[in-house]
Each structure stands twice: as structure tokens, then as C-alpha cells.
């Protein structure tokens, strides 16, 4: 970003004022700072935005979200909602679309590795990696419950009644391992996730929900 803004000061800053820039491409909060304070300077309003959908889904549920000051939000919501149907104003934190957008990329970076290490245990056993991904898709309903779930319990901070326990967990991974061991397949992916599931249950998370890890990995940063 600090690139992108030294490019807009040396083309556009003196045709900015009184407008407002929309910025819409994936980025950091830092940057969407840095982008506002420059855009502020040039005597303009500021919107960062991320949109978290696949272009084929512009112009219809493609979810768009969007931090910044309030009138630049009020002023610019009529054009953002050309682009898409479902356009959520995060507030006038600049960074929060930007740490969204990157949190939801996290969830699925992570699960792309399952499904990686997943097909490979498929593959050993000659099961279709298609299979696999089925049964995953027609799961979705209940996940996307589970999921709700583990939202609330980590925004209250509270993971004292668990569906399955990290401890229920670790033993999953215990056996994912083991079968990994017999048919002699890459084991870098559960391994990791053992180093750590191992971890919280040192520090006395066995039998909180899996996402009390969040609280380990806090460490003693306080929750904003």
C-alpha cells in the first residue's frame, strides 16, 4: 500500500479533493490506515473495501464490505450497491474490511490444507479425492451452524461447553497420524496442527470448545 499511495501522490492528489476514493482490492488494515491518512491529506474522504466473493459474483451476492467514515459511507452506499446486493458497512475504522477480508482468507487457507492432507489419505486407500469432497459439501448445513456456534463462543470468550472438546480433537488428530504412519504418506499438515492442539492442552484446554486455542494464542494480549 505505501507504493500504491506514493502512486496516487505523484498522479492524482491535487484532483482528489472533495471526493471520496473507494479502495476495494485485498490489503492489510495498515495499509487501509496509511491509504486514509494520505487520501485525509489530499483533502478527500476515504472507503476501504474487500470483496470477498469470486468476480462471477459481482452484480449479485457478492458480499462487499466496507470501513470508513461515516459520510463517505452515506455518500458512496447508492454506487457501492450497484456493484452488489449485499454491501455491509463495517464503521468508521478504516482497517476493519481489510482485517476481515484477511481473517476469512485465513479460515481458508487452513482448510484448503485439510483438504490437501485429506485426498492424500484418500488416495492411499484408493477412495476418489471426489468422494471426499462431496461428503464435505453436504455438510455444509450443519458446519454452517457449528460455525455460528464457535463465533458466539469466542466472542464472549467463553468455550465451557464444547461439542467436541480440544481434547476429542487431539485424539482425532492422534489417529489421523497413525494412519498417516501405516500407509507411509505425508504428515507435515496434521502434524502441525498436533504441535499446537498439544499445546492448549498443556495449558489446561482439554475440555474447552477448539477454538478456546484462540486464548493461547493471544497470549497476553488483551481482547479490544
Known amino acids: 500500500m505505501r507504493q500504491r499511495v506514493t502512486c496516487f501522490a505523484r498522479t492524482s492528489s491535487g484532483q482528489l479533493a472533495g471526493r471520496t476514493l473507494i479502495q476495494l482490492s485485498t490489503g492489510?488494515?495498515?495499509?487501509?490506515?496509511?491509504l486514509e491518512q494520505w487520501t485525509h491529506?489530499?483533502?478527500?474522504?476515504?472507503?476501504?473495501?474487500?470483496?470477498?466473493?469470486?468476480?462471477?459474483?459481482?452484480?449479485?451476492?457478492?458480499?462487499i464490505a466496507v470501513a470508513g467514515g461515516e459520510a463517505?459511507?452515506?455518500?458512496?452506499?447508492?454506487?457501492l450497491e450497484a456493484l452488489s446486493n449485499e454491501i455491509r458497512y463495517l464503521g468508521g475504522?478504516?482497517?476493519a474490511a481489510a482485517a476481515l477480508d484477511i481473517a476469512v482468507l485465513s479460515y481458508y487457507v487452513c482448510a484448503h490444507l485439510g483438504l490437501v492432507h485429506g485426498a492424500l489419505i484418500c488416495e492411499s486407500e484408493q477412495v476418489p479425492p471426489e468422494?471426499?469432497?462431496?461428503v464435505i459439501a453436504d455438510s455444509l448445513?450443519?458446519?454452517?451452524e457449528e460455525l455460528h456456534k464457535l463465533g458466539a463462543a469466542l466472542n464472549r470468550d467463553d468455550f465451557s461447553e464444547p461439542g467436541a472438546s480440544l481434547g476429542v480433537y487431539s485424539g482425532v488428530i492422534d489417529r489421523i497420524l497413525a494412519q498417516?504412519?501405516?500407509a507411509g504418506i505425508n504428515a507435515e499438515i496434521p502434524t502441525f496442527a498436533d504441535g499446537i492442539y498439544k499445546r492448549g492442552i498443556a495449558q489446561g484446554l482439554a475440555?474447552?470448545?477448539?477454538?478456546a486455542l484462540a486464548r493461547m494464542l493471544r497470549g497476553n494480549r488483551p481482547r479490544d
Do not use: F, M, N
Not at 463517505?72 to 454506487?79: D, F, T
Not at 475440555?207 to 477454538?211: G, P
Open 93 to 95: 475504522a478504516v482497517g
Open 28 to 34: 492489510t488494515p495498515e495499509e487501509a490506515r496509511a
Open 180 to 182: 498417516a504412519d501405516d
Open 41 to 63: 491529506a489530499a483533502g478527500a474522504a476515504c472507503l476501504d473495501g474487500a470483496i470477498l466473493a469470486y468476480p462471477d459474483e459481482i452484480g449479485d451476492a457478492a458480499l
Open 141 to 144: 448445513p450443519s458446519d454452517t
Open 72 to 79: 463517505a459511507w452515506h455518500g458512496s452506499q447508492a454506487l
Open 131 to 134: 468422494l471426499l469432497t462431496g
Open 207 to 211: 475440555d474447552k470448545e477448539v477454538v
